[in-house]
Structures are given as structure tokens and as C-alpha cells.
């Protein structure tokens, strides 16, 4: 009974900061331009949510529940161990001041929990791994190539300019959507992270998961979310409405492509390198420059050593607790 109390406290835990932080990432253009307000923000976020969650989201968490580790292994005990090793890798990482992405560091958690029981799928991590890295680098050259078509102004996408640039209605519209398909993105892959490992111990099935842990994703957001909106949005205003737009249109449909095939992926990771890519085209800056910057090298090191805690965490705390193999 106890077990159960602490796995729903953790996951509710979970599901609200996911939530706060989605809510940041998905509406900061919209809300940093005024174009809705952050309670409209929430609503909209909570729906968008819970839309791809139930459409896409079961696949993520089918890989994510019986997938990396024979099924039969995951007990109550053990998605508990889980779920904490995940929480407290992420909390490091916020203290750190690197943003961190929940999929990597709950996938961490079940490769500790998998080293433990000597029971992992090698070739789905580094199957994993191998996405991971193809489709972080894919985000930072499409966004790049996309941004260089506009920035800097000039002769040749001065119509351009012209035509959407100078429409306020358009360029609102254009925000929105943007918004509404990032929620949307987060909802098919990043609600499966608390979803799947409770799916794994029987203790929820899908579509009622779904259902409560999408709606605790919009609690967050209205809880937590909202101070860490205002400041995603006012962040947000160097990078710039439309910057912010085609970060949000080119990592969410990778995520949303990788939550189809059934691969939790990183959404802060994509996006990360989305933002760079924007900066090496608006400051006209070459590749390497961008690589070899300090705050470049400090998200490397962290994106690193968080995994590697969190597996270290998980391993041990099962150790510790003499869980049986």
C-alpha cells in the first residue's frame, strides 16, 4: 500500500514538472507576444496534450514498458526505484541550470534497472542512442538551412518579407499553430514517460493513463508553468517570435516522427540545438565556432554525465534495497 501511495506522489511529481516545462517550451512565442493570455495557454496546452497522447502516445509507452527490460522484471519496487532515480538525475540537472530531457533520463533509469537484473536490450539503446544523435544533428542543419533563407534580410527574401513579415494576422495564425503542434508533439512522446513505466507494473492501462496524466501535465502547467512561461517568454523575445516558430515546427515533427515509430525522444535536446543553429545564422557565425562555445561545451557535459548518473542512481538505490534478481 505504501509503494503504491509513493508511486502515485512520484508520478504526479513527474507528470507536473514535465508539465510546467512543456508548457514554457510549447507556448512562450504565443504568450511572449501577447497573442493569448497564459490561462487560455494552459487550456490549449492541456488539450493538445491529451489529443497526441491518445493518439500516438501508446506506442511510446509499449517501448518504454516492455521493451528495454523483460516485462515480468518490473515490479511495483522496481518502477518506483525508477521513477526516483529519474527524478533525482533531473533535479541535478536544474541545479546545474542545463535543461535536461526527461525521455533520456527515464530511459537512463530503466538501463540501470536493466544492468541490474542483467537483463537489457543492447540493441534497442544503442539503436536509440544512434536516433538520438542522427536526429539532434538534423535538427540543427534544417533549422539552420531554414534560417539562413531568411536571416539576414535581403534582396532576395525581401517579398518574403513582404508578404508575411508585415501581416500581423498571418504572423499570429502562423504563432498558434506552432504552439498548438508543439503541445501536440509533447503529448505523443513525453506523457508516455510516466505512463509507460506504470503500464509496466499493471498499475494503469493506456488510455485512462493517458487521460490523468495528460490532464496533470496542464495542472503543472497552471501551477508550476506559469512563472517559468514568463520566463521562457521574455527569453524568448532575442530569439524572436518567428525564430522561436521554426524551432518549434522543426523539432516537433521529429518527435512527433519518432513518437509513430514507437522511440521516446529528447525534445530539449532537438530543440537545443535548433536554438544554437539560429544563433550560428543570425550572428553569421561558421559551425565550428558555434561547437567550441563554452556554454556549448558545459550542455555537451551535462547532456552526458545526467544519463550516466541516473543509471548509477537506479542501479544502486536497487542494490541497496536488496531487490530481488
Not at 536493466?114 to 536526429?135: A, H, M, T
Not at 517570435?241 to 530539449?268: D, N
Request: glycine residues 6%; positive net charge.
Amino acid at each position: 500500500m505504501i509503494e503504491i501511495l509513493l508511486l502515485i506522489i512520484i508520478s504526479i511529481f513527474w507528470a507536473m514538472n514535465m508539465g510546467a516545462s512543456g508548457l514554457a517550451v510549447s507556448f512562450a512565442p504565443s504568450v511572449g507576444s501577447n497573442i493569448i493570455k497564459k490561462n487560455r495557454a494552459v487550456v490549449l496546452f492541456t488539450i493538445f496534450v491529451l489529443i497526441g497522447a491518445l493518439l500516438v502516445g501508446g506506442r511510446v509507452a509499449k517501448t518504454l514498458s516492455s521493451k528495454i527490460i523483460a516485462p515480468e522484471l518490473i515490479t511495483q519496487p522496481v518502477v518506483l526505484v525508477i521513477l526516483f532515480s529519474a527524478c533525482i538525475a533531473l533535479f541535478l540537472a536544474n541545479v546545474l541550470k542545463i535543461p535536461q530531457s526527461t525521455s533520456i533520463i527515464i530511459i537512463s533509469s530503466f538501463v540501470g534497472a536493466g544492468l541490474y537484473f542483467k537483463s537489457l536490450n543492447f540493441s534497442l539503446i544503442r539503436y536509440l542512442i544512434f536516433v538520438w544523435v542522427g536526429v539532434s544533428l538534423l535538427s540543427y542543419f534544417l533549422t539552420y538551412f531554414i534560417a539562413r533563407k531568411i536571416y539576414p534580410p535581403r534582396q532576395k527574401n525581401l517579398r518574403f518579407y513582404e508578404k508575411f513579415f508585415c501581416h500581423e494576422a498571418k504572423l499570429k495564425k502562423w504563432t498558434l499553430f506552432t504552439d498548438f503542434y508543439s503541445a501536440f508533439g509533447i503529448g505523443t512522446n513525453n506523457v508516455a514517460n510516466v505512463v509507460g513505466p506504470l503500464m509496466a507494473a499493471n498499475i494503469v492501462s493506456p488510455r485512462p493513463g493517458f487521460l490523468i496524466f495528460s490532464l496533470l501535465f496542464g495542472l503543472g502547467g497552471l501551477i508550476l508553468g506559469k512563472g517559468v512561461l514568463n520566463t521562457v517568454s521574455k527569453e524568448i523575445v532575442p530569439l524572436g517570435t518567428i525564430s522561436a516558430s521554426i524551432v518549434s515546427m522543426v523539432v516537433s515533427t521529429f518527435i512527433i516522427t519518432c513518437s509513430v515509430l514507437g522511440l521516446p525522444a529528447p525534445y530539449v535536446q532537438f530543440s537545443s540545438l535548433s536554438i544554437l543553429a539560429i544563433h550560428t545564422a543570425k550572428e553569421e557565425k561558421n559551425h565550428s565556432q558555434t561547437l567550441v562555445h563554452p556554454i556549448t561545451k558545459k550542455i555537451l557535459k551535462v547532456w552526458m554525465l545526467t544519463p550516466v548518473l541516473s543509471i548509477i542512481i537506479c542501479y544502486s538505490m536497487l542494490l541497496l534495497l536488496g531487490v530481488k534478481k
